[in-house]
């Protein structure tokens, strides 16, 4: 089964930049969909961004961070990324890897993930 290790966050000041990192371990990182959640205090766990294991699909973001944050993933050293621009004091949260081993389905929900990391803080000061 696959395990997932979140690094690369922290303090920012707005407007600036984080790269966050999921490495995962076990089971079969390039047929799995993969998805960056956040949860910041007092609100429900939100997904930010998603890209499938198919090669060449879109990712899937939530409308406050288009055009701000890219999803990526390196099959080959069996890595999650999260490039985070223009970052926005509303971006601070607690930041979650997941994962989606069920191949086929909807994968935009969390309940549609059944691995997730520790999670990583972020944290943006105006």
């Known amino acids: 089964q696959i395990q997932l290790v979140e690094s690369g966050g922290g303090a920012v000041q707005a407007g600036g930049s984080l790269t966050l990192s999921c490495a995962a371990s076990g089971g079969t990182f390039s047929r799995t969909t993969m998805a960056w959640f956040r949860q910041a205090p007092g609100k429900d766990r939100e997904l930010v961004a998603a890209?499938?294991?198919?090669?060449?699909?879109?990712?899937l973001y939530r409308d406050p961070v288009k055009g701000r944050f890219t999803i990526s993933r390196d099959n080959a050293k069996n890595t999650l990324h999260l490039q985070m621009n223009s970052l926005k004091p509303e971006d601070t949260a607690v930041y979650y890897c997941?994962?989606?081993?069920?191949?086929?389905?909807?994968?935009?929900?969390?309940?549609?993930?059944?691995?997730w990391g520790q999670g990583t803080q972020v944290t943006v000061s105006s």
């Open positions: 997941a994962a989606r081993t069920d191949l086929s389905g909807g994968y935009g929900q969390q309940g549609d993930y059944d691995i």
């Open positions: 890209l499938t294991w198919i090669g060449g699909s879109s990712p």
